[in-house]
């Protein structure tokens, strides 16, 4: 059985303070290389629960650190790398860095949480629309109300978040790592997306009829293994054409 125990990381708290680890061999093998995943819910893990990240790290036989949590936006998961970066870095790691919609907050005020971040532009475009998930979100964005108008209307451009996706993705492929680049929705039209409009995990989730949306990494357990699978081709010949949404599983209803 998978063990994970929940980590702080108590010297960089602001927002960015979350991770899990699931340590298999670390301590035998403290120089061997990991598998280390940022991103939102599509790359995250739960404990007790199937996510593709863990499947994908048995299949490596490498232990993993996934600093993936539900609803953050780009900078968030950029902010995550550079800690790593800074505190834990190895040269051996397997690095994959998720994409997730660029219209994210890219930070969060005072008492918000970090998987608030999703939340902004719902609360801007769909003001008063009763959904009990969005209570603890709106009831915080709407004590900031005309910060949050006027940082969207006048200061938020999607070209910006663009280009912090050009920049971290020039600094990856400047290490010596093995890494992937995966976009978890169809909106990043960018070189840096080398996939273009033929794959996103949010594919995956839209074959299935968004029957699994509710469930870790929003699609089913039988393409969470399918995807670790193709991954895992990926990291063999680091070529993007092993990921073929025609692979995965439709929605049998």
Same mark, same amino acid.
């Given at each position: 059985?998978?063990?994970?125990?929940?980590?702080?990381?108590?010297?960089?708290?602001?927002?960015?303070?979350?991770?899990?680890?699931?340590?298999?061999?670390?301590?035998?093998?403290?120089?061997?290389?990991?598998?280390?995943?940022?991103?939102?819910?599509?790359?995250?893990?739960?404990?007790?629960?199937?996510?593709?990240?863990?499947?994908?790290?048995?299949?490596?036989?490498?232990?993993?650190?996934?600093?993936?949590?539900?609803?953050?936006?780009?900078?968030?998961?950029?902010?995550?790398?550079?800690?790593?970066?800074?505190?834990?870095?190895?040269?051996?790691?397997?690095?994959?860095?998720?994409?997730?919609?660029?219209?994210?907050?890219?930070?969060?005020?005072? /008492?918000? %949480?970090?998987?608030? &971040? #999703?939340? +902004?532009?719902?609360?801007?475009?769909?003001?008063?629309? $009763?959904?009990?998930?969005?209570?603890?979100?709106?009831?915080?964005?709407?004590?900031?109300?005309?910060?949050?108008?006027?940082?969207?209307?006048?200061?938020?451009?999607?070209?910006?978040?663009?280009?912090?996706?050009?920049?971290?993705?020039?600094?990856?492929?400047?290490?010596?790592?093995?890494?992937?680049?995966?976009?978890?929705? /169809?909106? %990043?039209?960018?070189? &840096? #997306?080398? +996939?273009?409009?033929?794959?996103?995990?949010?594919?995956? $989730?839209?074959?299935?009829?968004?029957?699994?949306?509710?469930?870790?990494?929003?699609?089913?357990?039988?393409?969470?293994?399918?995807?670790?699978?193709?991954?895992?081709?990926?990291?063999?010949?680091?070529?993007?054409?092993?990921?073929?949404?025609?692979?995965?599983?439709?929605?049998?209803?």
């Amino acid at each position: 059985m998978i063990q994970r125990h929940y980590e702080q990381n108590i010297d960089n708290k602001i927002n960015y303070d979350r991770r899990w680890r699931y340590d298999k061999k670390s301590k035998t093998h403290p120089a061997a290389g990991r598998l280390v995943v940022f991103g939102d819910s599509f790359f995250e893990d739960k404990p007790d629960e199937v996510c593709w990240p863990s499947l994908l790290s048995e299949r490596l036989n490498f232990d993993i650190v996934n600093y993936g949590v539900a609803g953050t936006s780009i900078n968030y998961s950029v902010q995550q790398f550079f800690h790593y970066y800074r505190t834990e870095y190895n040269p051996q790691d397997y690095i994959i860095f998720g994409i997730t919609f660029q219209a994210r907050a890219p930070f969060t005020l005072n /008492d918000g %949480l970090a998987s608030w &971040q #999703n939340y +902004l532009l719902s609360y801007l475009t769909e003001p008063g629309e $009763s959904v009990d998930r969005r209570a603890g979100p709106d009831e915080y964005y709407s004590r900031e109300d005309n910060f949050w108008n006027v940082w969207f209307d006048q200061v938020f451009k999607f070209d910006d978040v663009d280009n912090q996706v050009e920049l971290i993705y020039s600094f990856i492929n400047n290490l010596t790592n093995k890494n992937l680049f995966l976009s978890a929705f /169809d909106t %990043l039209h960018t070189d &840096q #997306n080398l +996939l273009k409009d033929k794959f996103s995990l949010n594919m995956i $989730s839209r074959l299935e009829n968004y029957a699994n949306k509710d469930e870790t990494n929003h699609i089913s357990i039988e393409n969470k293994y399918k995807i670790a699978e193709q991954c895992q081709a990926y990291f063999e010949k680091l070529d993007y054409s092993v990921f073929d949404i025609r692979y995965f599983e439709k929605d049998n209803e």
